[in-house]
């Protein structure tokens, strides 16, 4: 608690001065939700499970520490913490790259049964084995923005070259998914949105340059396979890996696959992800399937299309953006709610009208409109159910309503978001 409170200190005391008592509290709280009850070390790694789910995803755990990496060059504790779950995600990587979370030893537990392309071997490490693009893109992020801020290049040991190697194979592969990919997932007694159709293997596309996913970062499944986001997410962390095989790691043949890679799934973008909407015109679908099929929605988990400026994968006065970005931030959006308590995205992984705390940061530190940024935090503090935490989903007309009372992402995301808002307040 001694290192959180330091850590957190400077926002902490000037909300105090601006007279936004409780914003603080939830500050201070949230900002050590993760390092406090989510972060185990043992044997140089780090296991990070997501909050009431004893599993780690590639994707939370990463998100999860992100607001920690400023602290990465001054603080050995800190530094010690994320090389040590950046050397676990690249361990899970090696073992299974489709899997989206992880035991911590292998004990054999998971969600439930699946049939899927696991092996004897993986399967007592796996809780969930859905593909999701955004799994192999986070732990790059993270390794690339741990590195910049430290400027220690010791992560890239072998590990990280099998598991770089692994995920280039992975996005490979799943350019041409019907016709080299082993991959499918099948769940029984479920609802539609937790397998694939199609005997596992997702409806059928066509090739266009982007790279497959099964699922979203939802763990929802995918209704076309071309999941625009995590397509962007994909090409921006193609090229980070580019730059780190290209200095540090003096690895030509490694870095010249990567800008293939990107420069294809950038093509495909271009080709395939921008529709015409009659009311706001030019804007990103979120799934396309080559076929000229698409879908004109959001999900509130990131990578989103809000996100997209975020994740530092396009500009955020990118003309094309800031039209996607009225239409989701609309009802045009199915899953855009406004109730009497709240308005923002939620997700189809939670029911109706049940808006997501991680959306309206996402929103926020997407913005630079201080009215807009200021009205989200007020939001957020007043949405909280005397809890002083963030919650996966809220009802929008019950704040006392909600999913997940403990959801370490949510929590991380939000003290990022106060952090950006300051200046505002």
């Known amino acids: 608690m001694e290192l959180m409170n330091h850590m957190s200190l400077p926002v902490y005391e000037s909300l105090i001065e601006k007279g936004h008592a409780k914003l603080a509290e939830m500050y201070r709280k949230c900002y050590a939700s993760t390092w406090e009850t989510t972060l185990e070390q043992s044997d140089g790694t780090v296991f990070l499970i997501t909050g009431d789910i004893p599993a780690m995803w590639l994707r939370d755990s990463s998100a999860q520490v992100y607001h920690y990496l400023k602290h ?10 994320i090389s040590g779950l950046l050397r676990r995600q690249f361990q899970y990587i090696c073992l299974d790259p489709y899997a989206n979370a992880f035991n911590r030893e292998a004990n054999g537990q998971h969600y439930r049964d699946d049939h899927t392309s696991w092996t004897p071997a993986q399967k007592p490490w ?16 993270l390794a690339y923005r741990f590195w910049k801020k430290t400027g220690d290049s010791g992560i890239f040991d072998a590990g990280f070259v099998q598991a770089a190697q692994t995920i280039l194979k992975v996005f490979e592969t799943e350019q041409h998914h019907a016709e080299r990919s082993a991959y499918f997932y099948e769940r029984t007694q479920c609802p539609p949105t937790d397998t694939l159709p199609c005997g596992g293997k ?3 596309v066509a090739y266009t340059g982007m790279t497959w996913s099964g699922f979203r970062p939802s763990d929802d499944a ?3 396979g071309y999941l625009v986001p995590s397509n962007f997410f994909a090409a921006c962390e193609l090229g980070h890996l580019c730059e780190i095989a290209e200095g540090p790691l003096a690895d030509a043949a490694l870095a010249s696959h990567a800008r293939m890679l990107k420069e294809q799934i950038e093509n495909g973008l271009r080709q395939h992800a921008i529709v015409r909407h009659p009311k706001f015109g030019e804007v990103y679908a979120y799934e396309v399937d080559g076929f000229g099929n698409f879908i004109l929605m959001d999900d509130a988990n990131v990578p989103s299309l809000l996100s997209l400026p975020y994740l530092g994968c396009l500009s955020a006065d990118d003309p094309v953006y800031l039209n996607t970005r009225k239409m989701l ?9 406004e109730g009497t308590a709240l308005k923002g995205i939620g997700s189809p992984h939670t029911p109706k009208p ?11 530190l997407t913005s630079n409109d201080p009215d807009e940024v200021r ?6 503090q007043d949405t909280d159910a005397g809890t002083f935490q963030m919650h996966e989903g809220i009802h929008a007309d019950d704040p006392n ?3 997940r009372p403990w959801f370490a992402w949510a929590n991380s995301i939000f003290s990022e978001f106060i952090e950006y808002a300051l200046k505002w307040l």
């Open 72 to 81: 990465a060059d001054s603080i050995p504790e800190i530094k010690e913490a």
């Open 126 to 141: 796996i809780w969930e084995n859905k593909y999701e693009i955004d799994s192999l893109c986070y732990p790059v992020r």
């Open 202 to 204: 997702g409806t059928p």
């Open 222 to 224: 995918c209704r076309y």
């Open 329 to 337: 931030l609309s009802p045009e959006n199915p899953y855009y709610y």
């Open 354 to 364: 049940f808006v997501w705390p991680i959306s309206l940061c996402i929103q926020g």
């Open 375 to 380: 009205s989200l935090v007020h939001t957020l």
């Open 401 to 403: 309503t909600y999913s």
